[in-house]
């Protein structure tokens, strides 16, 4: 039998065709009617199979005991851990309960319906979600600017001009806050047309290898370059904004002192290609500037993330076809969404504002150890790694075992969830329906898709919804808490859900309409829809926030130091064949050459009279790890790159085959300590580190 699925692996929600034959796949190709697809898939899409047949995934829920883990009924794990939460709940106020929302939530879509509403119930200000360690610079820019964190415009790649990017690796990463499946095909379009794409990225990487103009960057100083940028197109007169933007004035004046001379020598790039990609991206018909997790993952991503966005306005691109525009999706859920408020509360112990309901990730650990009044005692993680992909990864190891209690919702007992008392495991993505509420919000166009699940639910499976639903009956006959809207998010079906929004929708769709149509539903390429969709007061964009000019301001010195020479400075990588820290137990995926080397320029060996091959020791102010170097002069010379995700070899951890891959928990190495301030995004790119060999 044959099936419309589609992939919920990463962003790019590929629709896929699977055969299937009693319980088992028998094979997974592209759908080339999806009409955002195509046809593309990568090779995470085959693994799904790999992911549902997997031996140690856990299909029943499970209790941590002095002999190993239990199989327990649903009805004693439910009990357990709402008698658990409710209970810490009671004596220690709501706040010592802390949850984290792991990525793949954003892929489910009864995670994306339900977690929220639960995580809302147990009404805690300790919420924290892997938004810290990824994107939040990009909402933090786009509730200033434009007046909510989710107006994220998304560059219109099959009709630019000239798509001018910084650190990030499409044609690995499959487009992220934009959502393009199969780049390469996209980015050689590009080309066929006439047009140029220029990547600013401290390796060359795959990205690069498309035919792009790429150019080395010292890791964590793009701002000065951006910011440069700028200032060569507003002085050299080539700016042409919309009509609706304020604040261009201020802005001048805050880009002042990036000349390009100055920036050469923070950056490392030339004036000479500052003043030509500036003047070029400001005449070419229709530009894109878009920059990723290489840049909103630094000490001043949100200033990265903001001068991006000036790119496009100062140019007229922003709401320009061939430019950066919002989606219009058929779902569209801004209005029921935080439209990004900042500061409500802080953390406890540092003082972190919170932003848009959550506090960074980087503080999880200490709010745990550090005694006192709301000290968080309880943690209930959904989706999540946090061992492997917070900042500080080992210390929140440890002071996980110190929790009073912990409860996971996750199929896997890996390096965050063997700490559990309970965990709770939902049925795998063939098992479920599926209909993508964020990423149908970020695509480089408008499209409908619903999938239906390639295999019935097993008996006694439960959905992620259901487990949120039933918890959260139990738990509300403990604790008599939240708001009506909650409660009747938890008890509708997330199919009801969809089909509601789907009705009151721009396109007035329906649930039926789209399963009448399994390979998706084609809205059209994005269109204009500014200054309308603003939500700042006048419906104008504001183009210079007091709290961006300030922080500018007291960065500039900063970020205009030149580089000591001799420094390395350590990056992250993401290959084709992982995704973050799960799938490792895939054969299929992780047979091959091994891909967990830190790279190191070969100058840069020599310089310590490293071997390539050998084992080093990775230092930086928090933490060591041992791992093989690998020599490549893709690498920026002073840099060095080590993916994360890896080093599961931790006791208790139930993944057979991951457990036995080479490689290092990379944030050993990253300091919770190190934020991009305006958003409590960790600093996961450009860590000062050393290399040695390995005793
Ligand atoms: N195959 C695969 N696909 C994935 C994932 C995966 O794990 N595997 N993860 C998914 C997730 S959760 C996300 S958020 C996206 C991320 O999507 P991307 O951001 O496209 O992916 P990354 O590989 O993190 O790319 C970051 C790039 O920034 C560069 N970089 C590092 N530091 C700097 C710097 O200081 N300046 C500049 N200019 N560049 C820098 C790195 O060399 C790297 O090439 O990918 C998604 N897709
Ligand atoms: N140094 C460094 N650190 C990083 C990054 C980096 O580039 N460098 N990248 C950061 C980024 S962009 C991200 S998004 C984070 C990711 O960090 P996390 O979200 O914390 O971790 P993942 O590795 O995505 O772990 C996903 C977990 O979800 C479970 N899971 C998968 N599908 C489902 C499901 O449908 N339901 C439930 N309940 N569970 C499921 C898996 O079993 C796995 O345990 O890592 C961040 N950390
Ligand atoms: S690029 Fe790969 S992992 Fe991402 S949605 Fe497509 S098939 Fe799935
Ligand atoms: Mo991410």
């Known amino acids: 039998m044959t099936k419309a699925i589609t992939c919920t692996l990463c962003e790019a929600m590929c629709g896929l065709l699977i055969t299937t034959s009693g319980d088992r796949v028998t094979g997974i190709r592209g759908d080339a009617d999806d009409p955002l697809s195509a046809g593309h898939l990568c090779p995470k899409a085959l693994a799904l199979a790999d992911l549902r047949d997997d031996p140690d995934r856990l299909r029943a829920p499970v209790r941590r005991t002095a002999d190993g883990w239990q199989e327990i009924t649903w009805d004693e794990a439910y009990d357990l851990v709402a008698g658990a939460l409710a209970r810490i709940r009671r004596r220690h106020g709501a706040d010592a309960v802390a949850t984290y929302l792991g990525n793949p939530v954003t892929h489910s879509l009864g ?17 924290f979600t892997a938004g810290s360690v990824d994107q939040l610079p990009h909402q933090v820019v786009a509730r200033l600017l434009y007046g909510h964190q989710w107006l994220l415009p998304v560059p219109d790649i099959d ?8 650190g990030a690796n499409p044609a690995v990463s499959n487009g992220s806050l934009m959502t393009a499946p199969g780049m390469a095909r996209r980015i050689r379009a590009l080309h066929e047309r006439g047009g140029t794409a220029v990547l600013f990225d401290p390796r060359r990487t795959e990205t690069a290898r498309l035919g792009v103009d790429h150019h080395f960057i010292r890791p964590g100083t793009d701002a000065a370059l951006i910011l440069g940028l700028l200032r060569v197109i507003l002085t050299e007169g080539a700016a042409t904004p919309a009509a609706y933007v304020d604040g261009l004035d201020e802005v001048r004046h805050a880009v002042e002192p990036f000349t390009p001379e100055r920036v050469e020598a923070a950056t490392g790039v030339g004036p000479g290609t500052v003043r030509r990609v500036a003047l070029e991206f400001a005449a070419a018909p229709a530009a894109a500037c878009y920059g990723r997790m290489g840049v909103s993952t630094q000490r001043y991503g949100t200033l990265c993330q903001w001068g991006i966005q000036l790119l496009n306005i100062v140019t007229g691109n922003l709401d320009r076809p061939g430019g950066t525009l919002l989606t219009r999706p058929a779902v569209d859920a801004i209005g029921q969404l935080d439209p990004g408020r900042r500061g409500r509360w802080h953390s406890r112990v540092r003082g972190l504002p919170e932003f848009g309901g959550e506090l960074p990730l980087a503080a999880l650990a200490e709010e745990i150890r550090t005694p006192g009044p709301g000290q968080v005692r309880a943690l209930l993680t959904v989706a999540g790694n946090p061992v492997q992909s917070a900042p500080g990864g080992p210390a929140l190891d440890q002071a996980l075992a110190g929790l009073e209690f912990m409860a996971a919702v996750d199929f896997y007992v ?16 063939l098992e479920r329906d599926h209909y993508d509420l964020v990423f149908r919000m970020l695509a480089v166009r408008d499209t409908a898709r619903y999938s239906a699940a390639a295999f019935p639910k097993p008996p006694g499976a439960r959905h992620d919804w259901e487990i949120f639903r039933d918890l959260a009956r139990r738990y509300r006959r403990l604790v008599r808490t939240g708001r009506w809207r909650d409660a009747l998010m938890l008890r509708l079906r997330p199919d009801r859900i969809v089909d509601l929004a789907l009705r009151t929708g721009p396109y007035r769709l329906s649930l039926a309409r789209l399963r009448r149509h399994p390979h998706g539903i084609d809205l059209g390429p994005l269109r204009p829809g500014l200054p309308r969709r603003l939500r700042t007061p006048r419906k104008r964009v504001r183009a210079a926030p007091p709290p961006l000019l300030e922080a500018v301001r007291q960065a500039a010195a900063d970020l205009l130091t030149p580089a000591e020479p001799g420094t390395l400075l350590l990056i992250g990588r993401r290959h084709l064949r992982d995704n973050n820290s799960w799938m490792h137990n895939s054969a299929r995926l992780t047979k091959g050459r091994p891909r967990h080397h830190l790279l190191m320029h070969p100058a840069d060996l020599a310089a310590r009279g490293l071997a390539d091959g050998a084992p080093v020791r990775v230092r930086s102010t928090t933490g060591e790890v041992t791992v093989e170097v690998a020599a490549s002069d893709d690498l920026m010379p002073g840099t060095v790159s080590l993916p994360h995700g890896y080093g599961h070899d931790l006791p208790g951890v139930r993944l057979a085959r ?4 080479p490689g290092a928990p ?30």
């Open 666 to 695: 990379v944030n050993a190495l990253t300091d919770p300590a190190a934020l991009d301030q305006l958003s409590g995004t960790a600093v996961l790119n450009g860590v000062p580190v050393t290399v040695e060999p390995s005793p």
């Open 658 to 661: 991951a457990r036995h891959l």
């Open 159 to 166: 009709r630019t001009a000239y798509f001018l990017i910084f």
């Open 111 to 127: 995670g994306m319906t339900h977690a929220p509403p639960f995580v809302n119930l147990l009404g805690s200000r300790n919420r």
């Open 414 to 429: 890996n390096e965050t969830t063997r700490h559990a008392h309970v965990i709770l495991p939902p049925t795998e993505p």
